[in-house]
Structures are given as C-alpha cells and as structure tokens.
C-alpha cells in the first residue's frame, strides 16, 4: 500500500509569513493525525481528525493554526502567522480506525524553518 | 497529566553487547505502551506494543507498572539497530499517543 503522502518536504520562510502543509493518508484510514516535533524532542500531537470530524484539537495554537480535513481524505495544515519558535518537523500520520490497536502509520514529515 | 520519559539522549553499544534503552512512564489510568523507531532517511514506525508481548527484531520489552517502566532490550545489538527509538503511551477517551525526547542508539563495530 501507498504511505502516507506529505508536501512540501522542506520550507523556509520568515516570521509573520503564512505556510501550508498536505498530507494525504493512507486510502481508507479514517483517522488523520498531525504532530509538531520540534530538534530534541518526540511528536507532539497539534490535532486529530476522525473522518471530516475533529477529535482532539486541544494542543492546537489556534490564534496561529488552523487545520482542515473538509472531505474526510487529505488534510492541510496552516500556520499564521509563523514565528520563530514554530520551526520543526511537522508530521502526519494516518490509522485505519480509532483504535490503538491499529498502529499510526507516518509521512516523512514537513521541515520547518522561521528565519 | 501523562508523561514519558526517556532519560538517554544518547547510547552507545559495540556490537554483540546487549543493549537496553529505558522509559519510564506517569500516567494515573491503565497505561498501553509503544516503541517507535526511525531509522536514518526513514518514517517513524511502530516497532512493538506492550499488549502483544511480541519479540520484533530481537527486541523486547515488558512493562513493569510497580517500577512504571517499558525498558527496550536486545541481548545483542546489530549495527543495523542504530536508530532514534521512541517511547510512547496511549492515554484518555481520545487514545491519543504520548511521546518520550527519544534515544538515539549507534551500535559501534
């Protein structure tokens, strides 16, 4: 099977700028997930996705993130403005259901960098 | 709140030692443990799960809950185990997964 797909794999831009990030998940997986790792430390999760739906979204800087799944399939994720300390790998993964017995599966991941 | 903590930043083993990369874990509910590995130029991936009690690669772990600890083991370390290894824990209604700082592991020759 197909991973999970993400784009772009690296960005560079400058604080107060806009990004975006894509991720399309493994086809059927129901359950879409978004996490911050910034050098040093593991995956933070920013947001989760159950179909269309939002799970979770607790950890999520909403005055700068926002985050979308409108069809239930690929998602974006979106940072305005950026600021410094947002640079980071941004990782999606994908599962089949909402269940811990199936395991996340992870896209390669978006580098971050704010100058 | 949960937490997962991974003490070794970093650890270094000569081929054929036995290597042990330990998590320790606060979590107030009924704990569901995970590794995750990252090999270099590769995706983060599940390497094995408490529940299964499984043997992935000749590495085990088994969850001590009195020592609130999911230590990784491998009687003899392979170059090709040199990676970053993560430690992480499912937790409340949503199962969201919690991850320790991770250990990189270099398996010397």
């Known amino acids: 099977e197909a991973g999970v797909a993400q784009s772009p794999r690296y960005k560079i831009i400058e604080k107060r700028q806009s990004v975006a990030f894509w991720c399309n998940p493994i086809?059927?997986?129901?359950?879409l997930y978004w996490y911050q790792q910034i050098l040093g430390q593991g995956p933070k999760l920013l947001i989760q996705?159950?179909?269309?739906?939002?799970?979770?979204d607790s950890q999520l800087p909403k005055d700068r993130f926002s985050a979308e799944r409108l069809k239930g399939v690929d998602s974006t994720l979106k940072i305005q403005p950026a600021k410094l300390e947002d640079s980071a790998v941004y990782l999606c993964?994908?599962?089949?259901?909402?269940?811990?017995?199936?395991?996340?599966?992870f896209g390669d991941g978006t580098r971050l960098s704010i100058l | 709140a949960q937490r997962v903590t991974q003490p070794e930043k970093l650890l270094s083993v000569f081929k054929g030692a036995p290597v042990e990369l330990k998590c320790n874990y606060s979590?107030?509910?009924?704990?569901?443990l995970f590794w995750y590995v990252q090999y270099s130029r590769q995706r983060l991936q599940l390497l094995l799960r408490?529940?299964s009690r499984e043997s992935i690669k000749g590495f085990t772990a088994d969850l001590n809950k009195g020592e609130t600890s999911f230590h990784l083991k491998k009687p003899f370390a392979q170059e090709e185990d040199s990676a970053m290894y993560y430690c992480?824990?499912?937790?409340?209604?949503?199962?969201?997964?919690?991850f320790g700082s991770g250990t990189q592991l270099t398996v010397l020759p």
């Open positions: 993964a994908s599962s089949p259901i909402w269940d811990s017995n199936q395991p996340q599966h």
């Open positions: 086809s059927g997986h129901a359950t």
């Open positions: 996705f159950q179909n269309n739906g939002v799970v979770d």
């Open positions: 979590y107030s509910g009924s704990p569901e």
């Open positions: 408490h529940i």
């Open positions: 992480a824990l499912i937790s409340g209604s949503a199962r969201q997964l919690t």
